[in-house]
């Protein structure tokens, strides 16, 4: 009788199946695999110079193949570590080994960064909005890991760290692409279980750059500009960003439904396509609906298929018609303009935050300025009402 055939040996099937049986064991630590390497993941204690100083999950790298050996001797030290910390005697001094600066071929840091790319777009929330994936890629992470690249090919003697400072330290200081970078290349270092050497402070926070009022058109000058605009379709668009502050690409994903059926509040709805996915937004001034015409849905014939382009091409559309009319400012201008003017009317920080597709925290960071003000002019006006009434009674 012929013996049975043996099922292929599955990596990603078996990690599943020994990481199930250490669950029902009790056990919290995990096998998982990162690149070619596999290592551990659970609460850990502190690392030696760490400034943390309570247990918190940690990745522990054992520098083993992603082989049936290999999977062996990775449950093997789980149980060793698993036993060790229930005793509180584990060391993280025999570990430490696989986490040195790698000094990386060209070719293998192109072959890391390729799979880092696979892993970015097989993340189960990016890939329910794969325009939007594809769009962060391409303008947040993919142009700095090719200078990443281009630096590691000239000072190939450099460690892998060096490489990380000196790409960040390629842009200027404190400007949106040093924050960019910085962002990009601390995730791809966290992907390689490597820690990013300490960057000037102003690069960690993270968030947008503080918008200039010089920047930011008055409502007179955007009803001006609008004029300017031949074309109704763009009008349109033009109208549509200053009224609803939208992203550039935006306009060409939204429903205009409550627009055109006379809805008297005429709410919008930017679609899930979006980068920041699906949300209503109300119009900042009102009175533009009508002045700009905006029940009248018309939009440029632009592609906006997005399988032959992406939304940043689409949003780039929008900046060169801009510049095509001559037009005094950008249209982020119109979207600062529309956030400020929102603050000014006493709109709640976080409602204006929800209608702009992005957190309070980016909200508050980005218009501290101006929000800030309203809130010492608020204070300032409840007071002096207060002692108003105190010196009436009195």
């Known amino acids: 009788m012929p013996r049975s055939?043996?099922?292929?040996?599955?990596?990603?099937?078996?990690?599943?199946?020994?990481?199930?049986?250490?669950?029902?064991?009790g056990l919290r630590l995990r096998i998982e695999q990162r690149g070619d390497c596999l290592g551990l993941r659970g609460q850990l204690p502190p690392k030696p110079g760490s400034d943390r100083?309570?247990?918190?999950?940690?990745?522990?790298?054992?520098?083993?193949?992603?082989?049936?050996?290999?999977?062996?001797?990775?449950?093997?030290?789980?149980?060793?570590?698993?036993?060790?910390?229930?005793?509180?005697?584990?060391?993280?001094?025999?570990?430490?080994?696989?986490?040195?600066?790698?000094?990386?071929?060209?070719?293998?840091?192109?072959?890391?960064?390729?799979q880092f790319e696979q892993q970015f777009f097989q993340d189960p929330q990016r890939s329910q909005r794969p325009a939007s994936t594809e769009t962060t890629w391409r303008s947040a992470y993919q142009p700095y890991l090719r200078r990443l690249q281009a630096i590691a090919q000239q000072q190939p003697q450099r460690s892998l760290s060096e490489q990380l400072q000196l790409t960040v330290a390629s842009y200027p200081t404190q400007s949106r692409s040093a924050q960019l970078c910085t962002t990009a290349l601390k995730a791809f270092a966290a992907w390689l279980d490597l820690d990013l050497p300490e960057l000037p402070r102003p690069l960690l926070r993270g968030g947008s750059l503080p918008v200039q009022p010089r920047q930011l058109p008055s409502d007179a000058a955007i009803e001006q500009a609008f004029l300017q605009i031949p074309n109704p379709a763009w009008r349109f668009v033009f109208g549509i960003m200053a009224t609803y502050g939208l992203r550039n690409h935006e306009v060409f994903f939204a429903d205009y439904s409550?627009?055109?059926?006379?809805?008297?509040?005429?709410?919008?709805?930017?679609?899930?396509?979006?980068?920041?996915?699906?949300?209503?937004?109300?119009?900042?001034?009102?009175?533009?609906v009508e002045q700009f015409e905006l029940r009248q849905i018309q939009l440029p014939a632009i592609t906006t298929d997005l399988n032959q382009t992406t939304l940043q091409r689409i949003g780039q559309r929008v900046t060169q018609q801009f510049r095509r009319y001559g037009l005094p400012f950008s249209p982020y201008d119109l979207r600062h303009a529309w956030a400020v003017r929102a603050i000014h009317l006493g709109l709640p920080d976080a409602v204006a935050a929800k209608m702009m597709g992005h957190s309070i925290a980016i909200h508050t960071r980005t218009y501290q300025r101006w929000i800030g003000r309203r809130d010492q002019q608020r204070a300032v006006a409840e007071t002096l009402a207060r002692w108003r009434d105190r010196s009436a009674t009195a």
């Open 5 to 25: 055939r043996r099922p292929p040996f599955e990596i990603a099937t078996a990690i599943a199946q020994a990481n199930e049986r250490f669950r029902m064991a």
């Open 53 to 114: 100083q309570r247990p918190h999950q940690q990745r522990l790298s054992l520098g083993l193949p992603p082989t049936e050996a290999g999977l062996r001797e990775a449950e093997r030290q789980l149980k060793i570590v698993a036993g060790q910390l229930l005793q509180d005697s584990f060391d993280w001094t025999p570990y430490l080994v696989w986490s040195r600066e790698p000094r990386l071929k060209s070719e293998d840091l192109a072959a890391a960064i390729w």
């Open 258 to 288: 409550g627009l055109s059926h006379g809805d008297p509040e005429a709410v919008i709805r930017v679609l899930a396509t979006t980068k920041t996915g699906e949300h209503d937004v109300w119009p900042f001034l009102p009175d533009w």
